[in-house]
């Protein structure tokens, strides 16, 4: 089993920004044949999907509500897997979890990192 750590989450004032960072704990794993999948969760509300990259670079998307403020990418290795988030606003508060996929059949998870949107 593989499990992914999610990190780089914190406090932020409104129109900042931070950057996520995702990674295996597992030495040696590669994203290069999964499809890497951002999801948040807002307190009392569902997870939601905000971004979506691979199995290649050219399959990027966003959910409606990020579209033009996140950007998803991976490194050149494919090992760590980021999402760069500006122009953060206070709806965009939620844990944040990395979530990697191949086939349905191989689902791997990270256990979430904060981020807060407040003056």
């Known amino acids: 089993q593989v499990q992914l750590v999610e990190s780089g989450g914190g406090l932020v004032q409104p129109g900042g920004s931070l950057r996520l960072s995702c990674a295996a704990a597992?030495?040696?794993?590669?994203?290069?044949?999964?499809?890497v999948r951002w999801y948040r969760q807002a307190p009392g509300k569902e997870r939601e999907w905000v971004a979506r990259i691979g199995p290649t670079d050219t399959y990027i998307d966003y959910a409606d509500a990020v579209r033009g403020r996140f950007t998803i990418s991976e490194d050149n290795a494919k090992t760590t897997v980021y999402l760069q988030m500006d122009n953060l606003k206070p709806e965009d508060t939620a844990v944040y979890y990395c979530n990697a996929n191949l086939a349905s059949q191989y689902d791997y998870w990270g256990q979430g990192t904060q981020v807060t949107v407040s003056s």
């Open positions: 597992t030495s040696g794993f590669t994203f290069s044949v999964y499809v």
